[in-house]
């Protein structure tokens, strides 16, 4: 394999595994449509995934020096490849789940034996280990777009089989390099994981699974945004967080790179909790700040974790286990907090919307068939936020009637729309906590130099 | 740039979106409150025949829903549909008895609401109040509902009454 082939493969067969752990977030809704089960369920669609990630990363890690890096790497992206097959054509939930376990433990096994490659690649273990978090960290934060834009120009199941042909062809070039592949020597250094830094990405990913997948919740199932102009709103913070690698790359001190993420990100998260008003605009830089935490931040404690330790590919794979492990802590806090404040937030927009229709002007007659018409609309988007705009229409003839039914209209529109913004609020503050406590596992490793 | 730099710029970005999305209103949000429905209601306009029906059953539903301690809000949505009133009663521990005396309990208020407006004449609300103490529980719901002919003139109130009867 050449040289600069073997880097680009590896580092996009790195971010396309990664990128699964956030790219079905814009696909949810859809999912639990189609597949008929709730939000509490369809989580799972993303939590699975990351949960087996996290569970398999350290034995694959071990596999790679059994088997052979080279080998491990090809076989696990088979399995992923195979994997996101079953998860494309699946009829069911459960099947659904199953192959995403299946996708994760070939993911596991392909990513933490790609970083053993890679330091052959890259001319050095840090440069390689740099790439390596970047193509994670860069695969994580794209995933959502993608996810959006293939949903919505095809369907959710596409997700899943673009992924098919693209393992695959990463596979390709790693199987003609494990033939032969010998059994190397793993050399010497730390067995220990670097706890400060992998309990920091820990807290880091909690925070970022929040960013991740409550923006999106946020913006389709509360702002009732299509898929894609949900991917075009979130896309800003993968944006940001490519533009700010070269700052990354150009200020030296870990600790310092680490610390100022998490900042960002908090900062981020805390002004998406306080957002004023339901508007894209105002999401725009919340997420720029977590945008450009997320490059800082994993890159520096991945570095972190992995500098002067031996073998890389375990300790990679601690690291991997850290950061899933902590998104799905992270979305198992998350998700009953915002799901209830979602249902009470509901509750008092109904009273409020209903209280707007009474007190409005309208005539008896126009008030109780719209009410019903309401009522009707509001009982088929069963536990969703709803879309009342038809149950608007038609506007009455009478010009007085037809200004007063839109003004009804706005005002409740407006009421649903900041109930559902103040529903994920607590949630992004938690989140903002997550970040924040990263700081101290930063501080205890700084204070040993280890960072 | 230095590591500290980086770290202080962060700083201040942070505290720069928080400061500025709080001083936009951001964290102040409280839904609408929804009002007390044993406070007492001013009537708005009450000429029209229209109006006085609207504002009649605002106070009627107002009435029962103090009755009941629940919101006005919640009655009304529990009002719609028999299913929706089943549902409400089993949700609220309400009997039927209940229910029916929180109904004649809202229109008795109507009535004093709409006298006190000078919408009904002393007379006529006094015939209406010893009519709405016997009001079967579905008849009191369709008055609520559509009150119209009790401020169409005397004609309108006296067949109204008649229909009411049980």
């Known amino acids: ?40 369920a369809v989580v799972w669609v993303l939590i699975a995934f990351n949960l087996v990630l996290a569970l398999a990363a350290v034995p694959a890690a071990h596999a790679a020096g059994t088997i052979g890096p080279a080998r491990l790497t090809a076989a696990g992206l088979v399995l992923f490849s195979a994997a996101s097959l079953a998860c494309g054509l699946a009829p069911s939930i459960e099947v659904l789940l199953a192959a995403r376990c299946v996708q994760a433990i070939g993911g596991a096994a392909a990513v933490c034996a790609a970083l053993e490659l890679m330091p052959a690649t890259y001319g050095s273990e840090r440069r390689a280990a740099r790439a390596w978090a970047a193509a994670g960290a860069t695969g994580a934060a794209l995933g959502p777009g993608v996810g959006g834009l293939l949903t919505e120009l095809i369907s959710w199941e596409s997700i899943f089989l673009v992924q098919v042909p693209a393992a695959l062809a990463f596979a390709v070039p790693l199987i003609a390099a494990a033939r032969g592949e010998q059994r190397a020597a793993r050399a ?27 923006v999106v919740l946020l913006l389709i199932e509360g702002w009732r945004l299509t898929p894609i102009a949900a991917a075009a709103a979130v896309s800003v913070l993968p944006v940001c967080s490519l533009l700010a690698a ?51 931040t994993l890159s520096a404690l991945t570095e972190a974790a992995l500098a002067g330790r031996a073998p890389q590919a375990i300790h990679g794979g601690w690291t991997i286990a850290a950061r899933h492990a902590g998104v799905v802590a992270g979305l198992l806090v998350l998700t009953p907090i915002f799901t209830g404040d979602l249902e009470s937030e509901r509750d008092d927009a109904e009273a409020a919307g209903t209280a ?95 960072l | 740039m230095n590591g500290k730099g980086l770290v202080l710029g962060a700083l201040a970005a942070s505290a720069a979106l928080v400061i500025a999305y709080l001083l936009a209103g951001g ?18 306009d009450p000429e029209g025949v229209e ?46 008895g209940e229910l029916e005396a929180a109904v004649r309990a809202g229109v008795m208020r109507a009535i004093d609401d709409a006298e006190r407006a000078d919408a009904l004449a002393p007379l006529v609300a006094d015939g209406l109040r010893v009519v709405a103490a016997r009001l079967p529980v579905d008849e009191g719901i369709a008055l609520i509902e559509d009150a119209s002919e009790l401020f169409d003139g005397a004609g309108g109130v006296i067949d109204e009454i008649g229909g009411l009867l049980p």
């Open chain 1, 246 to 296: 070269p700052l990354a790359r150009r200020v030296a001190a870990v600790d310092a790179r680490a610390a100022a993420g998490v900042i960002l990100i908090a900062g981020g998260l805390a002004g998406l909790g306080l957002l004023p008003k339901a508007s894209v605009l105002l999401t725009i830089p919340p997420q720029a700040l977590v945008g450009v935490g997320l490059t800082l």
């Open chain 2, 51 to 96: 109006e006085a029906a609207q504002q009649f059953a605002l106070s009627a539903l107002d009435g029962a829903a103090c009755e009941l301690q629940v919101s006005r809000e919640a009655l009304a949505v529990a009002l719609a549909t028999p299913e929706s009133r089943a549902e409400f009663a089993a949700d609220h521990g309400i009997d039927d």
């Open chain 2, 27 to 44: 964290g102040d949000y409280e839904p609408t409150a929804v009002a007390d429905p044993c406070a007492p209601r001013e009537w708005r």
């Open chain 1, 1 to 40: 394999m050449a040289e600069s082939t073997g880097r680009t493969t590896l580092a996009a067969a790195v971010g396309l595994v990664l990128a699964d752990s956030s790219i079905v977030v814009l696909a949810l809704p859809e999912i639990y449509r189609e597949l008929d089960v709730s939000v509490a």
């Open chain 1, 356 to 450: 707007a229709l009474l007190d409005s002007r309208l005539s008896p007659g126009d008030k109780l068939d719209l009410a019903e018409r309401i009522a009707a609309q509001i009982e088929r988007e069963g536990d969703k936020v709803p879309v009342l705009g038809p149950a608007f229409e038609p506007l009455p003839d009478d010009p007085q009637q037809r200004a007063e039914t839109i003004s009804l209209r706005t005002s409740i529109e407006d009421e649903i729309d900041r109930a559902a913004t103040h529903a994920f609020s607590a949630s992004f503050l938690i989140a903002a906590g997550f970040a924040l406590a990263a700081l101290i596992p930063i501080a205890i490793a700084r204070r040993r130099i280890e």
């Open chain 1, 188 to 214: 010497p250094g730390s067995v220990r994981p670097h706890l400060a830094a992998n309990a920091a990405l820990a807290l880091v990913s909690a925070a970022l699974a929040a960013a991740l997948f409550l």
